[in-house]
Structure formats: structure tokens, C-alpha cells
């Protein structure tokens, strides 16, 4: 038990290294938390760029801004057709039809073992090293569910959701400017757009 406490601090910690058998956990556990204080918001510059402290006053601000950021904003149709109009390529049909086809167990076993390992999991907390030692026992229901998605035209619920994350660059940590914000996507969407991705 205190080596599996051991390791999940590792892999938390994000260390690319270690030695089999070390019990060093503090050092993990020291990294996991100095990894946790350089996520933590205690104050936050409003749109002033007065200083203002607490919970709710750093995440209404965060909320203010990323709602400001990717509000809708509306398009040129004339621009767009502009622009669509120049292309002069198109596929041909055998390309299409190959596109078209339902995704098959080769392919989805091929984006498996190609997903990469210590990766922060999406909102289902599923990492990619589930799905690669358990992909033989879960493939044939992962496939009921592909085609699900195709015949319906539309992904799962879970699909559709992430974890947004946001990951400090540099400048002034109060600056909400001076961070950048991450997807955290669930794996079972990751296999699928890695395959469609591999089509392409």
C-alpha cells in the first residue's frame, strides 16, 4: 500500500525518473505539493488591474474573462466563401468511401498503443494506461459504442466534457493574461479522433 502511495505521488509529480525500490515518497510528495502551490490562485488583477483577494473574487474574475475571450463573435459569409471558393482540390471517391468506413478494431488498437503514458486524465479520470492494459477486455464494448456514435451521428455525453486547466507562462501570476488554459479530454474521445486523425 505504501508503495502504491509511493507511486501515484510519482506519477502526480510528473518525475520522469526514478530508481525500482527507491521509498523516497517525500521527495514525490514534496514535488506534488510544490507542483499543487504553483496551480493555486490567492489573489487575482481585475480588469482594473487592482489586486483583489479570494475565492470568489479570483474565480468570478476568471470567469469574467474567459467569457469575454471566447464569446461569440459573428463571421463574414462573404469572406468565408472567398476563401472556399479557391480551393480547386476534391477527393476522389475511393478516398471518400474509405474515410466513410466504420472505424475498425485494428485501428483503434493501433491508436491505443500509440496513446502517449503519464498523461493527466479527462473528467472520467480513465489515463491512457487503463485502456492499454485493459483494451482486450473493454475493445468489444468500446466498439458497441463507435457504433453508437456513427449511427447516430453524435458523440457521448462524457465525450463532450473536459477539465479546463489552467497552466502559468510567465510575467506577473496575478495576471490572468499570463496563463494558459488546457482541455483535459477523456481518452475514449482521444481514440476516436486519433484514428480519424491517422485517416487523414
Same mark, same amino acid.
Given at each position: 500500500?505504501?508503495?502504491?502511495?509511493? @507511486? &501515484?505521488?510519482? /506519477?502526480?509529480?510528473? %518525475?520522469k525518473?526514478?530508481?525500482?525500490? @527507491?521509498?523516497?515518497?517525500?521527495?514525490?510528495h514534496?514535488?506534488?505539493?510544490?507542483?499543487?502551490k504553483?496551480?493555486?490562485?490567492?489573489?487575482?488583477?481585475? @480588469? +482594473?488591474? /487592482?489586486?483583489?483577494?479570494?475565492?470568489?473574487?479570483?474565480?468570478?474574475?476568471?470567469i469574467?474573462?474567459?467569457?469575454?475571450?471566447?464569446?461569440?463573435?459573428? $463571421?463574414?459569409?462573404?469572406?468565408?466563401?472567398?476563401?472556399?471558393s +479557391?480551393?480547386?482540390?476534391? =477527393?476522389?471517391?475511393? #478516398?471518400?468511401?474509405?474515410? @466513410?468506413?466504420?472505424?475498425? =478494431?485494428?485501428?483503434? #488498437?493501433?491508436?491505443?498503443?500509440?496513446?502517449?503514458?503519464?498523461?493527466?486524465?479527462?473528467?472520467?479520470?480513465?489515463?491512457?494506461?487503463?485502456?492499454?492494459?485493459?483494451? +482486450?477486455?473493454?475493445?468489444?464494448?468500446?466498439?458497441?459504442?463507435?457504433?453508437?456514435?456513427?449511427?447516430? &451521428?453524435?458523440? $457521448?455525453?462524457?465525450?463532450?466534457?473536459a477539465?479546463? #486547466?489552467?497552466?502559468?507562462?510567465? &510575467? %506577473?501570476?496575478?495576471?490572468?493574461g +499570463?496563463?494558459?488554459?488546457?482541455?483535459?479530454?477523456?481518452?475514449?474521445?482521444?481514440i476516436? $479522433?486519433?484514428? =480519424?486523425?491517422?485517416? =487523414?
Amino acid at each position: 500500500m505504501y508503495q502504491k502511495k509511493c @507511486e &501515484g505521488a510519482r /506519477v502526480r509529480s510528473r %518525475i520522469k525518473w526514478y530508481e525500482e525500490g @527507491e521509498t523516497s515518497s517525500k521527495y514525490f510528495h514534496d514535488l506534488e505539493k510544490k507542483r499543487c502551490k504553483d496551480k493555486l490562485w490567492t489573489a487575482i488583477l481585475d @480588469e +482594473n488591474g /487592482v489586486l483583489k483577494h479570494g475565492t470568489d473574487d479570483v474565480l468570478k474574475r476568471q470567469i469574467e474573462y474567459y467569457k469575454k475571450l471566447y464569446k461569440e463573435e459573428p $463571421t463574414s459569409y462573404e469572406k468565408q466563401q472567398f476563401f472556399l471558393s +479557391n480551393i480547386t482540390k476534391t =477527393l476522389s471517391q475511393t #478516398s471518400y468511401d474509405y474515410l @466513410e468506413e466504420p472505424l475498425s =478494431l485494428d485501428e483503434q #488498437s493501433f491508436a491505443v498503443k500509440a496513446m502517449k503514458m503519464n498523461k493527466s486524465p479527462g473528467p472520467d479520470g480513465l489515463t491512457s494506461e487503463f485502456y492499454q492494459v485493459f483494451w +482486450n477486455v473493454i475493445s468489444p464494448i468500446f466498439m458497441e459504442v463507435i457504433s453508437y456514435i456513427f449511427e447516430h &451521428g453524435e458523440l $457521448t455525453f462524457s465525450q463532450y466534457q473536459a477539465i479546463i #486547466s489552467l497552466l502559468y507562462k510567465k &510575467g %506577473i501570476r496575478e495576471d490572468i493574461g +499570463n496563463w494558459r488554459p488546457i482541455s483535459l479530454l477523456n481518452c475514449d474521445y482521444k481514440i476516436i $479522433t486519433k484514428v =480519424l486523425a491517422h485517416r =487523414l
